[in-house]
């Protein structure tokens, strides 16, 4: 049977590296996550709305999902010839992190696709007042591990993608009340 | 520090690319020229254990098992057959530490939803009773009920892999909620979060090749009537465990590593020949009186935990 290769890092290691207050991540930028998410369109003209709040009700209604923002950042995605659907730029806010992502609807409505654009976790106050942190002020020997790692290394992430999922059926029931 | 001070460049030829999926965030990264038609393709890979193996999804090969695996044989897949039959081993190995017939437990304490035309659970029965027939077929022996979330993660993050490792793609990573492999020149720092406080990210394991997987209680658990469960539970006692500890194996397949978890979870002491009968590795965090403890298990030196370090000890000191 093989074996996984590894190594346990050292104590000394433990001071310098600590904890990581914050991270993020960028996947996409927009103009990428479009691409992606509609590969064949040759333009993407951009939708600003402002939900009025008759429309917010209708939503919530729908989707059983609060509407924190009244605005709406929606892209038609268009060849020449035909309109392909809706990009609809979107970000939820779970316990700890905030998510930026896309979602695709093809000319049905239907979901076409979805990407992650960024991923932030912030804890902010929390970390920095934490007395256990508070003793390595200072102490930090050696090359400071950098933060720029992404989510892949934060072993035990699992994070309720129910803000996600929500997200998705508030901006599906978007389509049904101002975009359809 | 800002977020955007953090970003990274990505390198030539690197897909990195996010999905909601599995009820987490898969990450799939991978470098090569064709990368991104690559990670494209195991996405699809993932999205296929997702498709079979849920058990919210009625129309799921789990759920079939579930309606009608009592009454007659259910044919299953390849890939819900791999997943079953790993399953059973381990149970097999742990003798029922890791059993997947935990599902109404798990339905009772709400992780999972309740699905009215599923068979009522007799409660009696246990992984046993999951019978695997010649042909792919499931039969249960008894009305149990499964679930394979505790498996089913690792497994999707293997398949990923398998469709990552293709001619032309030099390395690649695959990350679900804590369930990682890599392949290739692709080292990766796993950074281990504090059970008592998962905001405190440790860096203790730097991973080459293989795989790991994390389990914890920290971001799952809830109070029911007064209690506080979660979703690791005991399949001898069918209570939760896992109260302030947080696992780790380190294993070739990601699949091994994540049913492994539970079985350090459900009992830490015997898990040591568990994981050395599979040669994995593991990592176990532990609180106590307000610290830390760091337990580590090699089976090539010895055959019980070890308290590498005790940090909070140790740097107080």
Redo the contacts between chains.
Sequence with gaps: ?????????L?A???A????????????TVEQAQR?LFPEAEAFSPVRLTLTAEQRRAIEQRSRVRVRHPELAAWRAATAERALGWFLLDEVLG??EL?T?AVALDHTGAVRG???L???E??GA??RN?R??A??VGKRAGAP?S???????????????QH??EGVRRLLATYEVALR | ?T??A???PPAENEC?????LL???V?I?ACGPNAASVVERAFRAVEEVHRLMSYHDPASEVSRINREGALREVAVSPHTWRVLDAARRIAQASDGLFDVTVAPTLAALGFLPRHADFLRASGQGDWRHVELLPGRRVRLARRVRIDVGGIAKGYAVDRAIEELAAPGVSSA?V?A??D?RVYGACP??????RPA????????????????A???D???ARRLRGRRVTPLIDPRTRVSCAHGR?V?V???ECATADALTKVVHADPRRAPGILAS????A?MLEEAGGLCRVH?FDPSQGEGWRV??L??E???G
């Design positions: 049977m093989r074996h996984p290769e590894y190594t346990w890092l104590p290691l433990i001071p590296a600590v904890i990581a207050p914050a991270y993020a991540v960028q996947y996409l992606a316990k700890h998510i992502y979805i990407e992650i960024d991923y932030r912030t804890h929390e970390v934490s256990w942190r003793q390595f591990l933060l720029d790692e992404d989510i892949a290394n934060i072993a035990g992430a699992t994070l309720s993608c996600l999922a | 520090m977020p955007a953090m970003r990274r990195v690319r996010a999905r909601p009820g987490t965030l990450e990264v990573r990350n909620g804590g990682l990766q720092l796993l950074r281990v979060r406080s998962p905001t405190e990210l440790w860096p203790l394991v730097e991973l080459r090749s293989g795989a790991a994390t389990s914890a920290y971001f799952h947080s780790t380190l294993a070739q599979f040669s994995c590795h990592l580590t590498q370090w940090p909070g140790a740097l107080l």
